[in-house]
């Protein structure tokens, strides 16, 4: 089918079946979009990091959020990880304590309003062989963190915004760069199920940021080898995921429009027409950007919280017959909240 046609399609048509922990009941109404966004909700990436995670402004948007529909938080734990990778001093353990403290504080306070903290780091380095180590490290981290925090100190999840195509060598080969980011993504995903086998974690959460068009679409780079078969890297990832219901991809598709030949609903359509394909248990996200980047058409930075709104609801109306979707990403808090109605 023509990829405009599909678009169309999934945009417009009527919701026939929404998930509600992967199917609805039998004789049940649809929901419409509005209503499987407010079941699904909203996550903000939040950069600040672990230092300024207990300031008032953080504390204050908390509540901001939960009245927009917004039901998780992805907190850069960058500077957590960097504190945590130091050579073992009295220094780095007074340190570490204080970022514990600040940590357990932003938890606790999103936990009581209903928002969930999941911690994001990455970088475009990670997927070298000397650097490789530290996407396991992070996972480590977080269990770790949960195994002495209280329920509601407790981080939800972890997730890795590795972007290895940030780095100017990645398009020199990109076949070898995208074998090295796979390996990368597959240590992570083998210490994420070791880390699970704790009581504390038994529920935690994965999730890798990627680009819409890792998918190999258009001239973006094609199939690659990878464990026996050729694929593009975002099947592989799925592949890898499929298993797990507790693990998701936010798919960057970044666009302030959602239909129409180049919106954000036909960049996303192959990542979940892959993963219904192959029963994937794993979650989809629609990551959504609000930061003043170029392209203009990339970012809502600029147009209101309705636009937004109003676009999100049309890639519900897309996405939620699958029993993949989670729901939409926005990047990041700080626009967001400033942004206009």
Known sequence: MHRATFAKILTYSLVLSVVTGGSQAAGARPLSAAEILQQHGFAAYQWHGVSHAGTSTTQQRLPFLQSQGFKAVYLDLSDYLGVADQRDSAAKQARLGQLKVSLKRLVAGASSRGLAVQAVSGGPTWTNASRRY????LVQLVAAHNTTATASERLKGVQLDIE???DP??????????VDYL???QSIVQEYRRQRTQPANSSLQLGFAIPFWFDGEGRAPGPVAFNGTTKPATYHLIDMLK????????VMSYRNFASGVDGSIIHAQNEFQYANSVGAKCGLV????????EPAKVTFNG????AFKKAAEEIAGAFGRFPQFRGLSVND???YTTAKD
């Open 169 to 178: 060598n990645f398009f020199k080969d990109t076949n070898a760069a995208l």
């Open 243 to 250: 298993d797990l219901p507790g693990a998701y991809i936010v």
């Open 164 to 166: 290895p195509y940030r």
């Open 134 to 137: 530290l996407g396991a490290k």
């Open 333 to 335: 808090m700080d626009a």
């Open 183 to 185: 390996k990368t993504l």
């Open 286 to 293: 629609v990551g959504q950007e609000f930061g003043k980047v």
């Open 303 to 306: 147009l209101s919280r309705r």
